[in-house]
C-alpha cells in the first residue's frame, strides 16, 4: 500500500461514510440543543414574571383596602371628636364644631 491508495481509501471512507455529512449534523444537533435551552431559559423567565406580576397585584389590592380601612376609622374618630366637649366641668357643652368640620371635609373629599 502507498500513500495514494491510503489517501483515497481515507477520503472514500470519510465522503461514503458520512465523515463530512457526521461534522455538519453534529454542528446542527448542537445548535438545535442550545435553540432548546434559549426556549426553556426564556419560559422560566416568563413564569417567573407572572409569577411576581399577580404577587405585586395582590399586595397593590392589600395595600388600597389598607389605605381604605385607614381612611374610614380617620373619620370616625373625626366624628368622635366632633361630639367631645372641651369644657369638662360645666353644663354648658361646647364642642369643637368648626375646626373638626374642616378636617372632616378634607378627608370626606379624598
Known amino acids: 500500500m502507498d500513500v495514494t491508495t491510503l489517501l483515497t481509501t481515507l477520503l472514500t471512507t470519510l465522503l461514503s461514510g458520512g465523515g463530512i455529512a457526521g461534522f455538519m449534523q453534529y454542528k446542527q444537533n ?58 369638662l366641668d360645666c353644663t354648658d357643652r361646647e364642642p369643637p364644631h368648626t375646626e373638626i368640620m374642616k378636617e372632616f371635609k378634607q378627608y370626606t373629599e379624598k
Open 30 to 87: 448542537k445548535k438545535a440543543k442550545e435553540l432548546e435551552n434559549d426556549k426553556t431559559a426564556s419560559e422560566q423567565w416568563r413564569a417567573l414574571y407572572e409569577e411576581q406580576t399577580k404577587t405585586a397585584q395582590s399586595l397593590r389590592e392589600k395595600l388600597h383596602e389598607a389605605r381604605e380601612n385607614l381612611a374610614k376609622e380617620k373619620q370616625q374618630t373625626l366624628m368622635c371628636r366632633f361630639y367631645v366637649c372641651e369644657k
